[in-house]
C-alpha cells in the first residue's frame, strides 16, 4: 500500500514557474514507476509526465516538453513536477500516480495509487 500526497500547486501568471511535489509513505518507493496526471474542468484526466524507478526512463506527452521536468529523491520518497513557462492551458488538477510496471504508463488505467491532487492556476 503506498499513500500519495501532493503539494505545490497555486495560481501563477502565465510564463511563471511551479515545482510541485509528491511525498509518498512506505519503504518501497523506489520499487514503484510515478507519474504526473492532469485534469481540467469538463475534460478527460491526461498524462503529463512519468519517471522510471531510478530515473533512467522518462516521459512526456508533448505539450510539456522543454517547459515540464520530472524528477525523483527515493531517498525522499518524493516524486517531483517542476513547471516553467506555463500557461493558461496548463490550468488543472494535478494527480501523482504509482504503479509498479513500466508498461502503459501514458494510461490513467493502469496506475495503482493515486493521491488527492493539487490545483494548478495559470492566469492570462
Known amino acids: 500500500q503506498v499513500q500519495l500526497v501532493e503539494s505545490g500547486g497555486g495560481l501563477v501568471p502565465a510564463g511563471g514557474s511551479l515545482r510541485l511535489s509528491c511525498a509518498a509513505s512506505g519503504r518501497t518507493f523506489s520499487s514503484y514507476v510515478m507519474g504526473w496526471f492532469r485534469q481540467a474542468p469538463g475534460k478527460e484526466r491526461e498524462f503529463v509526465a512519468a519517471i522510471s524507478w531510478r530515473g533512467a526512463r522518462i516521459y512526456y506527452t508533448d505539450s510539456v516538453k522543454g517547459r515540464f521536468t520530472i524528477s525523483r529523491d527515493n531517498a525522499k520518497n518524493t516524486v517531483y513536477l517542476q513547471m516553467n513557462s506555463l500557461k493558461p492551458e496548463d490550468t488543472a488538477v494535478y494527480y501523482c500516480?504509482?504503479?509498479?510496471?513500466?508498461?502503459?504508463?501514458?494510461?490513467?488505467?493502469?496506475?495503482?495509487?493515486w493521491g488527492q491532487g493539487t490545483q494548478v492556476t495559470v492566469s492570462s
Open positions: 500516480a504509482a504503479k509498479s510496471t513500466i508498461v502503459e504508463i501514458l494510461r490513467s488505467t493502469g496506475y495503482d495509487y
